[in-house]
Every structure is written in structure tokens, then in C-alpha cells.
Nanobody, 125 residues
Framework: QLHPVESGGDLVQPGGSLTLSCTAPGSSLDSYIMGWFRQAPGKEREGVSCMSASGFITNYADSVKGRITITRDRAKNTVLLQMNSLRPGDPAVYSC??????????????????WGQGTQVTVSS
């Protein structure tokens, strides 16, 4: 069982930057494909970015390519989501999720089975 815990959500101005962090106390993230997802009010949850267990394969939604980077800090057992140039369309609850290595994935929410509670990102001037 994996119990992801997110942190780092905040209120930022348009064009600002934010880094979200995901860890899992008691479990190693090294054995999991990890992803970040977001859900805005009235909208379906969507994949933002995912990374293979090895870290060699990443996937980004078209809406965030070039602005967002997913990385693993294995020493800290953490998956980070670095977000730059935040836009009015980015505010949402951002959630971290994992699925055991070896699973088929395209970075769709239904492919992941261990979810955190989420952290709120707000973009406003």
C-alpha cells in the first residue's frame, strides 16, 4: 500500500512559479510509476505529468509542456512537480498518485490506484 502525501500548494500570481512535493511515509516511491493530476471545479480530473519508476520516461499534458517538469529526488523519497509561468487555467487541486511498476500507463487517472488527498493551487493577482 502506498499513501502519497502532497505539499506545496499555494496562491501565486500569474506568471509565477511553484513546486509541489509528493512523498509516501513508510513506502519507497522507487517501485512505483508516479503521476500528478489536477481537478478544477466542475471539470474532470486530468493527468498533468507522469514518470516511470526508473525516471527515464515522462509524460506531459499538452497544456503544460514547456512549463512544468516532473522529477524524482530518490534520496528524499519524493516526486516533485516544478511549475513555471502559471496561468489562469492552472488553478486546481493537484493530486499525486502511484501505481506499481510494470503497470500499463499513459498518465490517465484511472490507471493509478494509490492517491493522495491533494493540494490546492490558486493563480490570482
Amino acid at each position: 500500500q502506498l499513501h502519497p502525501v502532497e505539499s506545496g500548494g499555494d496562491l501565486v500570481q500569474p506568471g509565477g512559479s511553484l513546486t509541489l512535493s509528493c512523498t509516501a511515509p513508510g513506502s519507497s516511491l522507487d517501485s512505483y510509476i508516479m503521476g500528478w493530476f489536477r481537478q478544477a471545479p466542475g471539470k474532470e480530473r486530468e493527468g498533468v505529468s507522469c514518470m516511470s519508476a526508473s525516471g527515464f520516461i515522462t509524460n506531459y499534458a499538452d497544456s503544460v509542456k514547456g512549463r512544468i517538469t516532473i522529477t524524482r529526488d530518490r534520496a528524499k523519497n519524493t516526486v516533485l512537480l516544478q511549475m513555471n509561468s502559471l496561468r489562469p487555467g492552472d488553478p486546481a487541486v493537484y493530486s499525486c498518485a502511484g501505481v506499481p511498476d510494470g503497470a500499463f500507463w499513459l498518465c490517465n487517472p484511472e490507471e493509478f490506484n494509490f492517491w493522495g488527498q491533494g493540494t490546492q493551487v490558486t493563480v490570482s493577482s
